[in-house]
């Protein structure tokens, strides 16, 4: 069973305008989260953390925010522009592991011009 | 400064022969993992190390080794490929359990 889910497989933003990403996760135990950013053909690229102690964390244009009572997460990035279209991944890290992640299937975000 | 190079970027495999894939990172990291990626799919561990000399299971480790020789390089092995093993494999690294991990730009492997 999916621990960490990314219900909207895609999503259609136009330029200038806010994209939010959703993440749901199922394990309560899961105190630190991360989203990456992926174009074709390259390996994931780290965009911003955040710890269960926080509920929202912000770095320019990206901002994610934890609901923990509701397990959910968010991306949201404003305004959107046309190079951030890519897949990001939500992810969590497992928290018997070893710094090793749990991820979401992704969403692939697409921004308009 | 490179980062994590991994090599092949590319290469196809027939039932039944091995290979292995190199990890190679320059960030002086502790912890490396091995990750692949199936369509539609997150990505998944397959074996990790958090240290040199040290290696563990992940969520899909069969049919697969791995070695930790010298604390730069991870190397993922298969025995003897298989059909199901065709993926896009992602090494990654991080200075501890609880940062940031840094991929490289993966490996794309076909098995027929």
């Known amino acids: 069973d999916q621990q960490v889910k990314q219900n909207s497989p895609s999503l259609s933003v136009q330029e200038g305008r806010i994209s939010i990403l959703n993440c749901d996760y199922t394990?309560?135990?899961?105190?630190?989260f991360l989203w990456y950013k992926k174009y074709p053909a390259e390996g994931p690229t780290f965009l911003i953390s955040?710890?269960?102690?926080?509920d929202k964390n912000e770095d320019g244009r990206f901002t994610v925010f934890l609901n923990k009572s509701a397990k959910h997460l968010s991306l949201h990035i404003v305004p959107s522009q046309p190079g951030d279209s890519a897949v990001y991944f939500c992810a969590a890290s497992d928290p018997q592991g070893q710094g090793n992640l749990i991820f979401g299937k992704g969403t692939k975000l697409s921004v308009k011009p | 400064n490179a980062g994590v190079t991994q090599t092949p970027k590319f290469r196809v495999l027939k039932t039944g022969q091995s290979m292995t894939l190199l990890c190679a990172q320059d960030m002086n990291h502790e912890y490396m993992y091995w990750y692949r990626q199936d369509p539609g799919m997150g990505l998944r561990l397959i074996h990790y190390s958090v240290g040199e000399g040290t290696t563990a299971k992940g969520e899909v480790p069969d049919g697969y080794n791995v070695s930790r020789l010298k604390k730069q390089n991870f190397l993922l092995g298969l025995e003897s490929a298989a059909p199901s093993q065709t993926s896009v494999y992602f090494c990654?690294?991080?200075?501890?359990?609880?940062?940031?991990?840094?991929f490289g730009q993966g490996t794309r492997l076909t098995v027929v």
């Open positions: 394990n309560s135990m899961f105190d630190y």
């Open positions: 990654a690294t991080s200075r501890n359990r609880d940062t940031e991990a840094f």
């Open positions: 955040i710890s269960s102690i926080k």
